[in-house]
């Protein structure tokens, strides 16, 4: 049976292959809350259509600024939702550790208006978008579990853990039927330059040397990282497959890690962006952490056992992740802010 799902974050990164997949792989209608002023981008929405213009038809975008409460008019318009997925948040770690109080603001009253509104309007399932960081580091040889100790190392993370403590509040006072998922490092297209991938793109496609964060000991930051098209499917994988937890039956919501098939180091990956990119040997600027980024963490590892034990299966590898990105990148210069001119080779 068709579903209504309200998408927030619709122009962000993540939320637009959110919507792309939902529009290719279910008949379901989406009605996408959306500004433009919190690193949303109108251009990711048409794009993730524009393949099938028809599918306007399928969704409604409400300009609808969420750190304030949704209003009763607004409500009405978003119309009778099954599923609510949560994408929205400021989501740059170095932006939080500039500017930590708007950040924090930010995230922390777009969860209570979120979930105030779904008290009201009694979704089936709210989907969070949450993060490894949440957990802060992880040791040498560990992957952290579903439910182990939050640990946030910089305002951003803390925002994210203090959005999965209202989440878990809302479950357990008002039933609200919330589902978290921690996710790992996203790459994909349309990402925006201030995120590692896009901002080394393009440092190599100018002949600048990549920034890479590396311990007093010279030692890389590394991450599992995921195509924004797989952390899609496994969402879609959930609201077909996934109940969730309700309180009385459980002490907690339902949580999923959300990872990458395997570990990369940043300057490994520094060389398989060059290597697809066909730019030969990739300078390298290897800057201590420590000094650099305090509140930067370098190793985020998450263990992704129980999503797949329940049954999903990424459908892209690392590598055809990697390949589809950039290919799609270099077509596309604008979204590295350069002009076709300095990418034609
Ligand atoms: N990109 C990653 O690597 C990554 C990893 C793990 C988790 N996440 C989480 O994924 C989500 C999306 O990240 P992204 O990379 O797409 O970020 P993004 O900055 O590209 O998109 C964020 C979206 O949130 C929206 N938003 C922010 N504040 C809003 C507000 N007050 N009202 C309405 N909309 C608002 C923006 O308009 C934008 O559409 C975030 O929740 C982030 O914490 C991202």
């Given at each position: 049976m068709t579903k209504h799902v309200l998408l927030t974050?619709?122009?962000?990164?993540v939320g637009s292959h959110v919507l792309r997949h939902l529009m290719t792989n279910t008949d379901w209608t989406?009605?996408?809350?959306?500004?433009?002023?919190h690193k949303g981008v109108p251009k990711r929405i048409a794009s993730a259509l524009e393949t099938n213009p028809e599918w306007w038809d399928r969704v409604d975008v409400v300009y609808c600024d969420l750190t304030a409460p949704i209003d009763?008019?607004?409500?009405?318009?978003?119309?009778?939702?099954?599923y609510l997925f949560n994408v929205a948040s400021e989501s740059?770690?170095?932006r939080s550790i500039d500017q930590p109080g708007p950040f924090i603001e930010n995230n922390v009253r777009l969860i209570t208006n979120i979930l105030d509104y779904a008290r009201q309007a009694k979704p089936s399932l709210v989907l969070q978008m949450s993060t490894d960081e949440v957990y802060g580091p992880a040791p040498d040889g560990y992957e952290h579990r579903e439910w182990d100790a939050i640990a946030p190392s910089n305002p951003y993370s803390a925002s994210k853990a203090a959005q999965e403590a209202v989440c878990f509040t809302y479950w357990r006072t008002y039933g609200v039927p919330v589902?978290?998922?921690?996710?790992?490092?996203?790459l994909g297209e349309q990402q925006d330059t201030e995120k590692f991938i896009p901002k080394t793109m393009r440092a190599i496609l100018q002949g600048e040397p990549a920034t890479v964060h590396v311990s007093p000991g010279g030692r890389p930051g590394s991450r599992f990282y995921l195509h924004a098209r797989n952390l899609a499917d496994a969402w879609l994988w959930l609201a077909r497959n996934h109940k969730p937890q309700q309180y009385g039956d459980f002490d907690r919501p339902s949580r999923f890690h959300i990872v990458g098939?395997?570990?990369?180091?940043?300057?490994e990956m520094v060389h398989l962006l060059a290597d697809l990119m066909g730019t030969g040997d990739p300078k390298?600027?290897?800057?201590?952490?420590?000094?650099?980024?305090?509140g930067h963490d370098l190793r985020y590892a998450l263990d992704g056992g129980k999503l797949a034990a329940a049954g999903?299966?990424?459908p892209l590898s690392l590598e055809e992740s990697l390949r589809r990105t950039v290919e799609w990148t270099l077509r596309h210069p604008e979204w590295l802010g350069l002009p076709a001119t300095e990418v034609a080779r």
């Open positions: 974050g619709g122009g962000g990164f989406v009605t996408l809350p959306v500004t433009f002023r009763p008019v607004t409500a009405a318009r978003f119309g009778k939702v099954d740059h770690v170095d589902v978290i998922t921690n996710t790992m490092n996203i098939e395997r570990e990369v180091d940043n300057i390298l600027d290897l800057v201590d952490f420590h000094s650099s980024r305090p999903w299966q990424a």
